[in-house]
């Protein structure tokens, strides 16, 4: 088993820039990647971005050039940049770990979620 502890969620006007964080702790060897997917409300989960234990990287195109997400590896954490923010960006951010191989990405553990809110 994998747990995922997510912090860094809360309230920005638009514009403004929050970092998102995710520590991985259990069976660390049984995942290759890490990820992020939010849900808005009344929307349906979607990936945000992902990146691998080397530090490949895959991104939404509605984020791609304001979110940038990184990993450190000797800490078994991964975060999630967050420029430029728009009020289209408010949902609960979820941490995910798993194991990408290409384009197939298998999610095999979730955070509890954190919420970001940008105002306009």
């Known amino acids: 088993q994998v747990q995922l502890v997510e912090s860094g969620g809360g309230l920005v006007q638009a514009g403004g820039s929050l970092r998102l964080s995710c520590a991985a702790s259990?069976?660390?060897?049984?995942?290759?990647?890490m990820g992020w997917h939010r849900q808005a409300p009344g929307k349906q989960r979607e990936l945000v971005a992902t990146?691998?234990?080397?530090?490949?990287?895959n991104y939404n195109s509605a984020v791609k050039g304001r979110f940038t997400i990184s990993r450190d590896n000797a800490k078994n954490t991964v975060y999630l940049q967050m420029d430029s923010l728009e009020p289209e960006d408010t949902a609960v951010y979820y941490c995910t770990a798993g194991r990408q191989s290409g384009s197939i990405w298998i999610i095999d553990y979730w955070g509890q979620g954190t919420q970001v809110t940008v105002s306009s």
């Open positions: 259990g069976s660390i060897f049984s995942i290759n990647a």
């Open positions: 990146i691998t234990r080397g530090a490949s990287t």
